[in-house]
């Protein structure tokens, strides 16, 4: 039996009147690769932004393999191997590529490591060696991504939560960045969330998926299951995305 | 395979630095050789003085402030503190400023925890709010206790002549070393900083508090260890200059202008850099001294803000990454639109 990886039990999130999470809960199993979709505005970043540290929740608790870190800051969190991307890309904007990874490196490499090398290996894991001296600025989108991921798993890493890592790319970045996180989950055994608005791009790729509709979770099954489901279809009706395109 | 991108791509980051080296020896060859070249006076010396003195300054605040991202607006709290505390310990209990330099450290560290306690959790505005609130409070308190600081005529140093023991020196020359003493120290640590795991987690919350967390950065912790280690090597250049110019005034330490030659050498050479305060500290000199010239000549006063403003918003406007940033090809990169 594999261990829970990450516990969110009866999350809750108001912004003054607006809720943006309403009694959110689901498990992931150590090793799994989950899809976390929904329509712009479920609350699918708000969740991150609570399991990451960075937002309190109005109540509700989140367990890291079985240790409540509801209380817990970010920094903490991350050092204990629970990370994230942000869905607007967020990188240090004054360092290199090499400089970005080294942060975290720094911060979250095991004693006795040396994070210089574990910098080298992230860089030639995501193909970014070419990159390594450049700014941000001079790089593409999906260069910055790629960036961000390894500065989320950087040092030590046991969940990684990815927010829409792949939109805005071509299909061609898209495929590639699928690839690289597969990967890292073939490789490593981290587990990972990917958060998407639109099904079809997760389909190949999880074998599960949870489903954030209006605050709360409306769905979680195969990708097979969700995309037959009636609360789903209909979900996705009201809005401009339909749930297979 | 292990010949990585990192190791090779540290020495070319590096690269810079090497060719600095030289102009380092060269510009510590000229401060030191000063007083025996033929047209040194008293006067080219005390200018020297005040411009090391003030590079010194302008490294500490660079430290908090272009390093760590923390706009201190008020730095002149840490350079008061270091001056009141050396220069009230010695005129009223003749404790020599090797003593009094640490009175003011260790004042400047507890007057920094407690103003980065309340305010480096909130936004970047309330720390700099309140470094301006400490300033205007000290600024009263200075004023205020007349028997202790001289009140608003300000504090003199009771003055014995040529004395190691009491820092003390009737030519500027010994403060001349003591200046570049200072300038290489600071430099030093300026160049451990940014080396450091210290270095690299002051420039991420300078950049992106949340990206900063999110790589394992505990930003609160980083603010407040930046401010501190600039509140304390700015508490010491205080007790310098104490020493070099014999007295202190509630506007000389607290006031505004202070303020402002304190941020100048960082934001002229360039924010963050280790060259930078060096470079913009000598033109700001070098430019007041020109304009105090020339307005005496005159016969008009003030004019030095108004050129210390006009300076300003040049670099603002055409070297916004200040002269370091002019010769950094990544700041070049980085600033591309
Ligand atoms: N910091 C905030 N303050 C106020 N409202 C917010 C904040 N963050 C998100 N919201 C609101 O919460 C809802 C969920 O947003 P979000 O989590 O970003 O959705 P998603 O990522 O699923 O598109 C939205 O209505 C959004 O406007
Ligand atoms: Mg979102």
């Given amino acids: 039996m594999t261990a829970i ?15 943006a999470l309403r009694d959110v809960s689901f498990r992931v199993r150590e090793g799994e690769v989950m899809g976390l979709i929904g329509p712009n505005g479920a609350g699918k970043s708000t969740l991150f932004e609570i399991v990451s540290g960075n937002l309190t929740p109005s109540s509700g608790r989140v367990a890291f393999f079985g240790r409540d870190c509801t209380g817990d800051p970010a920094h903490l969190r991350r050092r204990a191997g629970l990370c994230r991307t942000f869905q607007k890309v967020r990188l240090f904007e004054s360092m290199t590529v090499a400089e970005n990874i080294a942060v975290s490196a720094r911060q979250c490499v095991k004693p006795g490591l040396d994070w210089r090398v574990e910098v080298d290996a992230i860089l030639r894991r995501l193909r970014l060696e070419p990159q390594a001296d450049r700014m941000p600025a001079e790089i593409t989108l999906a260069d910055r991504k790629k960036v961000e991921i390894g500065r989320a798993v950087a040092g030590f890493c046991r969940v990684l939560m990815l927010d829409e890592s792949l939109s ?22 981290i587990t990972v969330i990917v958060v998407e608005h639109v099904l079809s791009v997760l389909a190949a790729m999880v074998k599960r998926l949870v489903v954030l509709n209006n605050a709360t979770v409306i769905a979680d099954g ?14 996705y009706l009201g809005t401009k995305a339909s749930v297979l395109r | 395979m292990t010949a990585g991108a990192t190791p090779e791509g540290t020495t070319e980051r590096q690269a810079p630095l090497r060719g600095s080296f030289l102009y380092g020896v060269v510009a510590v060859a000229l401060a030191a050789g000063l007083p025996f070249l033929p047209f040194a006076n008293d006067y080219i010396i005390a200018v020297a003085v005040r411009m090391l003195i003030f590079i010194a300054l302008g490294q500490a605040w660079n430290i908090v402030a272009g390093i760590g991202g923390l706009l201190s607006l008020g730095h002149g709290v840490f350079l008061g503190l270091g001056c009141y505390a050396a220069g009230i310990l010695f005129n009223e209990y003749a404790v020599p400023p090797w003593l009094g330099i640490w009175a003011g450290g260790v004042l400047s560290v507890a007057v920094a925890l407690v103003m980065g306690a309340m305010t480096l959790r909130m936004r970047g505005v309330f720390f700099a709010l309140a470094t301006i609130a400490v300033s205007l409070a000290l600024d009263q308190l200075a004023r205020h206790y007349v028997d202790l600081t001289g009140g608003d005529n300000g504090l003199a140093l009771r003055f ?21 003493t200072f300038v290489i120290a600071y430099y030093w640590i300026t160049q451990w900083v940014l080396r450091t795991r210290l270095g690299s987690e002051m420039k991420a919350v300078r950049d992106d508090e949340a990206a900063a967390a999110a790589a394992g950065v505990a930003v609160f912790r980083t603010k407040l260890l930046g401010l501190l280690l600039s509140a304390v090597m700015t508490s010491f250049a205080g007790t310098l200059y104490m020493q070099s110019y014999q007295a202190i005034d509630p506007e000389t330490a607290f006031g505004l202008s202070q303020a402002i030659q304190l941020q100048l050498p960082a934001l002229i050479g360039g924010l963050g850099t280790s060259w930078g305060p060096i470079i913009g500290g000598t033109i700001m000199i070098l430019l007041s001294e020109s304009t105090n010239w020339g307005s005496t000549k005159l016969g008009i006063a003030g004019v030095d803000i108004l050129v210390y403003g006009l300076l300003l918003l040049a670099v603002v406007m055409y070297a916004p990454k200040g002269i370091m940033g002019l010769f950094d090809r990544r700041t070049r990169g980085a600033w591309r639109p």
């Fill in chain 1, 5 to 19: 990886a990450l516990e969110v039990t009866h999350i809750a999130k108001q912004f003054g009147g607006l809720v």
């Fill in chain 1, 168 to 189: 805005g790319l071509t299909h061609e970045e898209a495929e590639e960045m699928i690839g690289e996180i597969l990967a890292l989950n073939h490789d490593t055994g």
């Fill in chain 1, 222 to 235: 195969t990708p097979n299951e969700i995309a037959h489901d009636p609360v789903v279809i209909a979900a």
């Fill in chain 2, 160 to 180: 014995l002549g040529n004395s190691l023991w009491f820092m003390q020196s009737r030519t500027p020359t010994p403060f001349l070393y003591a200046g570049l």
